[in-house]
């Protein structure tokens, strides 16, 4: 078992470019979870699915960021027109989908805006 | 909503003292407890977890307390090494409906040989 797997692991970008972050669940897992990661601000969730269903996107920035499971094997948090506020670390964590179950995580995407 | 507090950003110790954050949450129920370790260049790492009052979760020497009367899951650990610098996170899970997970600010320990 590999783990969740996340890529890349550093992203480097302009103001204003786009950035696509990718997640691999560990597999059977039905939940998946992402974390913006900062000094500042710690561990801040972003989003979840569970079963590749949306179930709770309250602390997605409403512009610029989305977030996707088109299938069970992966996930992708999209951030768009990239500002330097967006640079964090990006985790993301898996989950067998049951009440309070533990979350795994990923080793995480250092996104670095220039 | 729910919150977890952690009282100390940051600990530092000699090798061989005894550790303990503070944990506090405010939840409806009876919200599973978790601690989490990281170390620099990973994602936080599970290390146990309670999910009853006066439930005790334990590992590689730390064990914390469920405590709902107190609402607190303390961490501690007898005699701390320097390979237990890292930061380490206090978290709840609600068990009705949607299971999203909080996590406290976390702690910042510092072992020093």
């Known amino acids: 078992n590999a783990g969740v797997i996340q890529t890349p692991r550093h992203k480097v970008t302009g103001k204003g470019q786009e950035a696509t972050l990718w997640c691999e669940p560990i597999?059977?897992?039905?939940?998946v979870f992402w974390y913006r990661q900062t000094i500042v601000q710690g561990l801040e969730f972003l989003t979840y699915f569970r079963n590749q269903a949306p179930i709770d996107d309250s602390g997605m920035p409403k512009e610029r960021f989305s977030a996707q499971m088109p299938n069970q094997s992966h996930s992708t948090l999209k951030i768009q027109s990239t500002q330097p506020q967006d640079s964090a670390v990006y985790l993301c964590?898996?989950?067998?989908?049951?009440?309070?179950?533990?979350?795994?995580f990923g080793s995480g995407t250092r996104l670095t805006v220039l | 909503g729910d919150s977890v507090t952690q009282t100390e950003g940051q600990v530092a110790l000699s090798e061989e003292d005894f550790l303990t954050i503070h944990c506090n949450y405010s939840a409806s129920g009876y919200p599973a407890l978790f601690w989490y370790v990281q170390y620099p260049g990973e994602g936080p790492q599970f290390l146990f977890r309670?999910?009853?009052?006066?439930e005790k979760g334990s590992s590689r020497g730390f064990e914390a307390t469920y405590n709902k009367e107190a609402t607190s899951f303390h961490l501690q650990k007898a005699s701390v090494q320097e390979s237990d610098s890292a930061v380490y996170y206090c978290a709840l899970s609600g068990n009705t409906g949607n299971y999203k997970y909080v996590f406290g600010a976390g702690t910042r320990l510092k072992v020093i040989a």
């Open positions: 309670a999910s009853r009052d006066k």
């Open positions: 964590a898996s989950s067998q989908g049951t009440s309070a179950e533990t979350l795994y």
């Open positions: 597999s059977g897992h039905s939940a």
